[in-house]
């Protein structure tokens, strides 16, 4: 074979390997990105299945009735959408954070939740020094220092109208209950953890 054909035959045979190798990383760049759609569709189905399976957070939610600011205690104003009120028209005052024996109004402790607050409530017709007791513990117990525990002179329903004994209360939201069971607790715990410290003043 002359040279001129025997440098045909290797230039040919750079062009197969050249292409052999194009082909070879053409091939691993797919599957590279197979890998990788791959890799973000089962991320992506990952966390709708854990958003479709996650609890519920603790508590009713409530539309929110606004931030407006009440001249005195005894203004008139409309009625609040939840019992216990959650939102809607309050004084421009605080009421007192920590345990109260005496009722704090609505119209005040509203401005509590405003302020980034946590109230709890309870009425017990029949009485219930038991859960009072329990509560203003767990209150006292508890590091935040923006939580209100309160008498209630209101009836504590929820949207349906079932009555409870306590509740407890963060802005557009109520967890209502009966007694403080273990998972009274832990809800109520999951329920301070995830509402308190939000301020809620209108921007």
């Known amino acids: 074979m002359s040279s001129k054909g025997k440098g045909r035959t290797l230039e040919l045979e750079q062009i ?21 759609i ?38 008139p104003h409309v009625a609040y959408n939840s019992a216990p ?14 345990v109260s024996e005496e009722p704090i109004p609505p119209e005040l402790f509203l401005h509590n939740l405003e302020d980034a607050g946590v ?3 309870y009425n017990c017709p029949t009485g219930c020094d038991d859960l009072s007791s329990a509560l203003a513990t767990l209150v006292e117990d508890r590091p935040e220092p923006t939580l209100v525990m309160t008498p209630y ?41 995830l509402y308190h410290g939000i301020d809620h003043h209108a921007r």
């Open 153 to 193: 002179a209101g009836a504590i329903q929820d949207s349906d109208g079932t009555s409870y004994r306590a509740a407890v209360i963060s802005w557009n939201r109520v967890l209502y209950f009966d007694d403080l069971t273990d998972e009274a607790r832990a809800d109520i715990a999951d329920f301070v953890g």
């Open 16 to 36: 197969r390997k050249a292409e052999e190798k194009a082909a070879a990383q053409s091939a691993d760049v797919r599957k590279k990105s197979f890998v990788t």
């Open 119 to 121: 109230v709890f409530v």
């Open 85 to 98: 009120p959650s939102s809607g028209p309050h004084f421009g005052g605080l009421g007192p954070w920590g």
């Open 38 to 75: 791959g890799v973000i569709v089962a991320a992506v189905v990952a966390l709708v299945a854990w958003i479709m399976l996650a609890p519920a957070p603790p508590g009713i939610p409530y539309p929110n009735m606004g931030n407006f600011h009440l001249s005195s205690l005894e203004e």
